[in-house]
T-cell receptor
């Protein structure tokens, strides 16, 4: 089955600096890679995702890059703000564009991001 | 965006009793729902996958007779923890997707279960 490794487990940055979280996956058939933000006591919130036919995707201060050959993908947050402080999870799954497939997500172990004002 | 709710948000029950957690998709029809369990400072562990109108598929090591899952409609799935014990105390989270979503899963806010 799929195995997702996530690093670092904790990350502290000064407000305004950039933060980068990296994940690697093992199943070369995985083709969908979402990132979730989880605040304390809440459910995960989808913040950005990328599909295997794309190398990079950006949404305002957040970007994700994917290297299929190396089987790794990264989350980049620029101009960090205190409200970015949370636990971030990467995930991977093998999805079928025809609609079939279980879409079960395999999660990394999470990165606790602290943005220091 | 797609909204998933859970009820209750937290529950305390006595050992040996059963508790039901509801997961609802509010603005879309969820053809598939997932139930996760999360311990403090840990990642999400998939417990089971349920498709509307079908029996749930449980992950290895998850007792299907203890964690009863019902996905009777396209907007509602329930997880019943039967004969709860203190070790069942955890944060339970559901997620949902519909066939029209290419890949996205949307998560509920979670339910904190404490068994005393």
């Amino acid at each position: 089955g799929e195995n997702v490794e996530q690093h670092p487990s904790t990350l502290s940055v000064q407000e305004g600096d950039s933060a980068v979280i990296k994940c690697t996956y093992s199943d070369s058939a995985s083709n969908y890679f979402p990132w979730y933000k989880q605040e304390l006591g809440k459910g995960p919130q989808l913040i950005i995702d990328i599909r295997s036919n794309v190398g990079e995707k950006k949404d305002q201060r957040i970007a994700v890059t994917l290297n299929k050959t190396a089987k790794h993908f990264s989350l980049h947050i620029t101009e960090t703000q205190p409200e970015d402080s949370a636990v971030y999870f990467c995930a991977a799954t093998r999805a079928s564009y025809s609609g079939a497939g279980s879409y079960q997500l395999t999660f990394g172990k999470g990165t606790k991001l602290s943005v220091i004002p | 965006g797609a909204v998933v709710s859970q009820h209750p948000s937290w529950v305390i029950c006595k050992s040996g009793t059963s508790v039901k957690i509801e997961c609802r998709s509010l603005d879309f029809q969820a053809t598939t729902m997932f139930w996760y369990r999360q311990f403090p400072k840990q990642s999400l562990m998939l417990m089971a996958t349920s498709n509307e109108g079908s029996k749930a598929t449980y992950e290895q090591g998850v007792e299907k007779d203890k964690f009863l899952i019902n996905h009777a409609s396209l907007t509602l799935s329930t997880l019943t923890v039967t004969s709860a014990h203190p070790e069942d105390s955890s944060f339970y989270i559901c997620s949902a997707r519909w066939a029209g979503m290419r890949n996205e899963q949307y998560f509920g806010p979670g339910t904190r279960l404490t068994v005393t």
